[in-house]
């Protein structure tokens, strides 16, 4: 090869790196300048297929996933681990790369993918968040970190808005903080009350890990009428449900509550035990339908005369026995002359919302003492509408959200 063909592609090989820097400039620009923000779905990963032939695809695999490795490991928090989305969404071979290196909540304890929101938290230190309440639009912000910052610029991690209907009230749950359509790619799930407020059922978007499902009612598509071919979930999926002691007499004392999670095996904080951990979100509805219609012919699915829409688990001989959680108990407080708790400092103003749950666990079952009285979720007031949240394995962001929702909707019949 003559000396000028080589300078010929040194130049074409500097001009594509300068153009690529530039739009990740801009692209960080455009992030740091924007303050509700939630994390990126997994649509914006996807390229082009051009994009696989470019001079980012061809770098050698070992400097690849050196470049990639040194990123993750030195963007621990968010805005700046949004880099990481960055890099995986430079092409597949990135992206294969940065979703291998990428480790879930358990075990780095950190955000980085939408399907974190739905894996697992830490076991051993909690994920600390807040919940900022609009009064004015019934909406709230499940956002990342201690406490509010005073610029607004704070992780969004998911969004609520309670709807109330003539028999119940739904918090429909999105990635997005302006996108409560549950016909949009930005819908994860939704929490649903009873007439009195005191009993509360959580549906997923998705359907749970490893687990048989069946159809409780009609079988029918969530998206307008407008969409064509709408990239969706088909289905809600009952994956839990949250209790309140009806307090009639109003009698002293601090109100009861029970959580039953469905798809969380009570094995899960049994020594050496594990929680189902999802790896991506469901697919179109078209596979979504394809996958379960194909269970059609190799087990029976029994169809309910319920009007409902969701779909349950399904409650065989052979399934595990699901989580059970419950507040933890106060002491009362002579001096003070109220139930109290210890929030270490996370919780600052009194209130009927604030609990602390831990596992419901019976004389016969193999769990360590410690684990019996770990915390897995607390849940308390700090500000007029700030709350804050922290939650621990087996539990993830999404299910510790819509426990907490359910404290916003609780009657006073049961305070």
Request: net charge positive.
């Amino acid at each position: 090869m003559s000396f000028k063909s080589i300078v010929r592609e040194l130049k074409e090989m500097r001009d594509g790196i300068g153009s690529k820097s530039r739009r990740g400039v801009a692209a960080g620009k455009h992030w740091h300048s924007r303050k509700q923000t939630h994390i990126a779905p997994d649509q914006t990963l996807l390229s082009s297929d051009s994009s696989q032939h470019s001079l980012w695809a061809n770098l050698p695999p070992e400097l690849l996933l050196d470049i990639v490795r040194r990123v993750e490991e030195s963007e621990t928090s968010w805005p700046a681990r949004a880099v990481v989305v960055f890099c995986a969404s430079v092409c597949r071979t990135w992206r294969e790369v940065t979703k291998e290196i990428v480790q879930t909540p358990e075990q780095c304890g950190r955000f980085t993918f939408p399907i974190s929101l739905k894996q697992p938290g830490p076991r051993e230190s909690p994920i600390q968040c807040f919940i900022r309440r609009d009064r004015g639009t019934s909406t709230y912000h499940l956002c990342f970190g201690l406490v509010p910052s005073e610029d607004g610029s704070d992780k969004l991690l998911l969004a609520a808005r309670k709807i109330r209907r003539a028999t119940c009230t739904d918090f429909v749950i999105s990635l997005a903080a302006n996108d409560f359509s549950r016909a949009s790619n930005s819908y994860v799930g939704k929490l649903r009350s009873n007439f009195l407020g005191t009993k509360f059922t959580i549906y997923d978007s998705q359907p749970p890990c490893d687990m048989t499902i069946q159809p409780t009612g009609g079988m029918s598509r969530r998206f307008h009428s407008k969409q064509v071919s709408p990239r969706l979930p088909a289905y809600n999926y009952r994956i839990g449900s949250i209790s309140y002691e009806l307090n009639v007499l109003r009698t002293r004392g601090p109100r009861r509550m029970n959580c039953i999670m469905a798809t969380i095996p009570f094995s899960s904080i049994e020594e050496g035990g594990a929680a189902p951990t999802p790896t991506s979100f469901a697919q179109s509805f078209d596979e979504q339908f394809f996958s379960f219609t194909s269970l059609k012919g190799k087990e029976p699915i029994t169809y309910s005369s319920s009007p409902s829409p969701s779909l349950s688990l399904a409650s065989t001989p052979g399934s595990p026995q699901p989580l059970a959680l419950k507040n933890k108990a106060p002491r009362w407080h002579e001096q003070l002359q109220c139930w109290c708790l210890n929030f270490r400092g996370r919780v600052t103003v009194a209130s009927v919302k604030n609990f602390q749950l831990v596992a419901a666990v019976e004389p016969s079952h193999n769990v360590p003492l410690a684990e019996q009285e770990k915390v897995i979720l607390q849940f308390g007031k700090i500000g007029k509408d700030i709350f804050t949240m922290d939650y621990h394995y087996p539990l993830s962001a999404f299910q510790a959200f819509a426990i907490c929702l359910s404290s916003f909707d609780t009657k006073p019949a049961c305070e």
